[in-house]
């Protein structure tokens, strides 16, 4: 599949089949969420991906974004004590969230290529996921990525083009 197709053909995807998905497939879009871009190559981020069917209630619960039952989902967070070493101030408050929002676009695309449906999720209490999965007090979940077989492939929303760039300055 070519970058463009990808791009353009993946969905949000919030309804999934019951199927598993294969530790395989779920390294290898690990792998897709490690070549991703980070700032000044910190490689901060931290992922723990949970399948387990406890833990997925239990992280649903805190959640409100998480919409549907996927199999898996990745909780990416960041270390953010190594972030501000890596980066100063700026690190924790900016450059981590970036990071997650590149880590998880990798995630995303990869998975679409592979057949698999996603859905990026940012309504969830950080605090209380970073709890139910042990993580000590520097690593902050960022970002949630879903990851399943789609049971339905949503239509493609609207997306502006004409309206919203310019070249050389806004409104040039
Ligand atoms: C930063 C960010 C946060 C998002 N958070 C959620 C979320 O919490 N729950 C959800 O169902 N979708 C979430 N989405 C998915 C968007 O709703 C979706 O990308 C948008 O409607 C466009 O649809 P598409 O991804 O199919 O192109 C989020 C997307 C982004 C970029």
């Not at 019951?18 to 879009?29: E, G, R, S």
């Not at 859905?119 to 949630?144: N, R, W, Y």
Request: proline fraction near 8%.
């Amino acid at each position: 599949m070519d970058v463009m197709t990808a791009i353009k053909g993946r969905r949000s995807v919030r309804s999934f089949t019951d199927q598993p998905v294969d530790q395989d497939m779920l390294l290898k879009l690990l792998e897709a969420a490690v070549w991703a871009p980070s700032a000044g190559n910190g490689q901060t981020w931290r992922f723990v991906i949970v399948t387990e069917e406890t833990m997925m209630k239990k992280l649903k619960m805190v959640s409100p974004g998480l919409l549907g039952d996927p199999p898996a989902v990745f909780v990416i967070a960041q270390d953010m004590a190594l972030s501000k070493q890596k980066g100063g101030q700026m690190g924790p408050e900016t450059l981590t969230k970036m990071d997650s929002a590149m880590a998880a676009q990798n995630i995303m695309l990869a998975a679409h290529a592979m057949g698999l449906g996603t859905c990026v999720i940012a309504s969830f209490h950080p605090g209380a996921a970073a709890k139910l999965l042990d993580m000590p007090e520097q690593i902050v979940p960022t970002l949630m990525v879903t990851v399943g077989h789609p049971a339905v492939k949503p239509p493609p929303p609207k997306r502006l083009f004409e309206e919203v760039y310019w070249f050389e300055a806004y409104n040039g």
